[in-house]
């Protein structure tokens, strides 16, 4: 499977977006305790958990793209994380025109809440931020940077819909193309709007083209609440407090740093772990079980990594299930509704279109091959005869 979905990891500086990112993929995204520590936007390759095809058919897979591990089959999707945004920003303080630039890129947005309140509005770190504030001014930034964009040339627009006699569909996915959207997006949100604004934009006031920017936003840009630092103090009572005000949106919690530890305990081989895993195993827990076939045993661990271990359990595991990254990502691909495809080559051996040509051409090969034998030993008898 191969697409240009992205998806789009936003919010304030500081608020764990380049951690974010980490956890989820491969990439190595700059870190920093401050504001602003992403400028240019960073790209990696997340992978979305789904049921492999293999096992309904018993089959052995070999992925062109991702891979496949005891019939789950992970499906690489692009993740960006992007400069952080701060108030104002469709006004251009801070890092705001680049950041809403780099947006346009995104099907999905992860807004990546300080959930700790340990971060205020700018990144800087404080003490008793209230998060809620973020999910307000973040999405009326946007808002504002798509309602000036079309306030700024609504009376050349207004005039070139009248003079050339366009549909109002057709005028508003014109000015709208460079969001990335195509035609059917526009109308799935004038759609929503039918009962609110006039069918001929050439009628449209302020209110009506805010409700038009308003129901677009929803479909380009689909938002989840990705919660972070949900093992810091403080991080449970606005969790509640998120979730009773925002039930309208996808909440997800998580711990982009727990996700990180354990990932670097399992490259270096102490524990083995599985991404979206409640759990993981240590050396311990491995001599219990019988050993699979070259299978290595766990390095011993230290007084230390226990003990931090033991932390992870209770903050996050035990509490929440898992870290939330890949739940997070899960459901950023659900909300897009897509659905995987596997094109094959043969319908017979599931062979991808390579391996068939592979196949064919070795059959051409090897026939040719019998082929030039064959007229060899008729030569051959030829000349005996």
């Known amino acids: 499977m191969k697409t240009n979905f ?4 936003v919010g304030k500086p500081n608020a764990g977006k380049s951690s ?7 990439a190595n995204a700059k870190i ?9 936007p960073n790209l990696g390759i997340t992978y979305f958990p789904t049921n492999c095809p293999c096992i309904r058919f018993n089959k052995v897979c070999s992925p062109k793209y991702g891979k496949c591990v005891n019939g789950i089959r992970y499906v690489p999707v692009k993740m960006l994380d992007v400069a952080g945004l701060i108030p104002g920003a469709h006004e ?3 890092l705001g025109n680049k950041f809403l630039d780099d947006i346009r890129q995104a099907n999905i947005l992860l807004h990546v809440i300080d959930v700790s309140g340990t971060t205020n509005e700018k990144g800087e770190l404080t003490q008793g931020y209230d998060p809620l504030r973020d999910v307000d001014w973040l999405c009326e930034e946007i808002h504002m ?8 040339k609504w009376p050349n627009i207004v005039r070139r819909h009248v003079s050339t ?31 609110d604004v006039t069918i001929d934009l050439a009628n449209w006031n302020e209110d009506m083209i805010h409700k038009v920017v308003e129901a677009f936003i929803k479909e380009k840009f689909p938002m989840i609440l990705v919660l972070n630092k949900v093992d810091m103090a403080d991080s449970d009572i606005n969790i509640s407090r998120i979730c009773n005000k925002y039930s309208n949106y996808p909440i997800i919690p998580t711990s982009a740093a727990t996700e990180i530890f354990l990932r670097k305990l399992t490259k270096a081989g102490y524990i083995n772990y599985t991404p979206g895993s409640p759990n993981y195993e240590t050396l311990q827990d491995q001599q219990i079980r019988q050993l699979n076939e070259n299978e290595k045993l766990l390095k011993c661990l230290d007084d230390k990594l226990t003990k931090q271990l033991n932390k992870v359990q209770d903050l996050v595991l035990f509490r929440f299930g898992s870290t939330g990254i890949e739940m997070a990502i899960k459901r950023a691909v659900e909300l ?12 017979n051996t599931f062979a991808s279109e390579i391996i068939k040509h592979q196949h064919q051409h070795q059959h051409q090969h090897q026939h ?14 030829k000349i005996v005869f």
């Open 6 to 9: 992205t998806i789009g990891c």
């Open 20 to 26: 974010f990112l980490n956890a989820a993929t491969d």
């Open 32 to 40: 920093g305790n401050y504001p602003f520590c992403t400028i240019e």
């Open 92 to 94: 251009g303080r801070g």
């Open 145 to 152: 940077w798509i309602f000036n964009n079309l306030m700024r």
């Open 165 to 195: 006699k366009s549909t109002t569909i057709a005028t508003l996915s014109a000015k709208l193309s460079g969001y990335g959207v195509k035609q059917s997006i526009v109308q799935k949100a004038l759609d929503k709007v039918a009962n």
């Open 336 to 347: 897009a509704k897509l659905i995987p495809v596997y094109p094959v080559g043969c319908l």
């Open 368 to 381: 040719q091959h019998q082929l030039d034998n064959l007229i060899i030993k008729v030569n051959h008898l």
